[in-house]
């Protein structure tokens, strides 16, 4: 037998793994005293290797104890969460970094020693310098959202802050502590033209739970080649773009998002951020978008200029803003933005479901036990 193959079976007889009542007692105690040459040792030798993940800062603090639930029975993992401030101190001492929403620039990555993975625990990976990480021999990659749900719980909550501001969220508390029946009078969805601008994997599965609502679907994005329409499980290019256009009532390049704001009541922010977005919703945006039209945002805060935001506000241009990432993190309860009734701001929890976030903690905990017996990774997309 393979001593890989060998090594997962001793590991399934010590952590419960293999079904043991299935073999006789004797067999069973054979099985595992027969091992005590090459695979014992085997086993000894690289268990006691421990193999450490290091999750940057206090935030998002399921994605840790998730991924520490994942691994409990395996003690040559060891998961920490340590303060921002911290990480530098420690990080020359672990092997996979989570980094959450900290940055991390050359300087930090410079003193990451034994580090053999960054990752993001999601997809955004803009707070890494890949650049740095490449150059000090450092894997780079993020978690495909499609598969572990991400896309669809950030899908979600676009429509949950589209109907709040639709059917006036706060001034319905308002009406509630007021003992106020019958108002305020809200809008629906129905005949409404979103405008998803970003038509990724959460713009897909956007545009699949909105079509039910009868809206009209109009969508922009850099390239809408077959080889990266979402919908994995189709191969055929014909029938991907059938599925597409089954979906969007309109497709337009990036260069187009004027043109489309002016068409849409709602727009959605689903683009990743870069220096070709940051800033990307700002006042000649906005000032193009119709009046009265609604603005939700479920990608990055940066993506949004935050003085275009508080002056169409105020000018009563933008009819609503609906927003789970904010400019600054995390958001200051007593900023001025706060003062408008057709504001929703949401504590960055888009994909932060339990679906989700046990999915992605069981890719983490699959990859550090990829990388400790010496595996090829996989069930993640390098970006470097």
Known sequence: MHTFSMLRVVRKLAFGGLDTPKLSVVAAH???????????????ENDKRITRILFCGPHFPASQNYTKEYLQNYSFIQVDAVPFDKVLDVIADYHICVVKDMRLDSNVISHAKNMKLLMQFGVGVEGIDT?????????????PGG?????????????????GLLRKQNEMQISVQQKKLGEPV????????????????????????????EVKIIATKRSWSPSDTPDSCQS?????????????DEKGSHEEIFKFACKADIVVCCL??????????????ISSMRKGALLVNIARGKLLDYDAVAYHLESGHLGGLGIDVAWSEPFDPHDPILKFKNVLITPHV??????????????????A????????????????
Not at 157 to 163: K, R, S, T
């Open 30 to 44: 054979h099985l595992r005293r027969g091992f005590l040459g090459e695979v014992e040792q085997m086993t000894t």
């Open 131 to 143: 650049i740095a990480a490449t150059r000090c021999g450092i894997k780079v990659a993020r978690i």
């Open 147 to 163: 598969a572990t749900g991400n896309a669809t719980s950030c899908a979600e909550m676009a429509i949950y802050l589209m109907l």
């Open 186 to 213: 809200g809008e629906t969805l129905l005949g409404k033209t979103v405008f998803i601008m970003g038509f990724g994997n959460i713009g897909f599965q956007l545009a699949k739970r909105l079509r039910p609502f």
């Open 236 to 248: 055929n290019e014909h029938v991907q773009n059938n599925v597409i256009d089954d979906l969007i």
């Open 272 to 285: 990743s951020l870069n220096h070709e977005t940051a800033g990307i919703i700002n006042k000649n945006f």
């Open 350 to 367: 888009a994909g932060v479901t339990e679906h989700s976030y046990r999915s992605m903690a069981k890719v983490v905990g699959d990859v």
């Open 369 to 384: 036990l990829q990388l400790h017996d010496g595996h090829p990774l996989w069930g993640i997309e390098f970006v470097n």
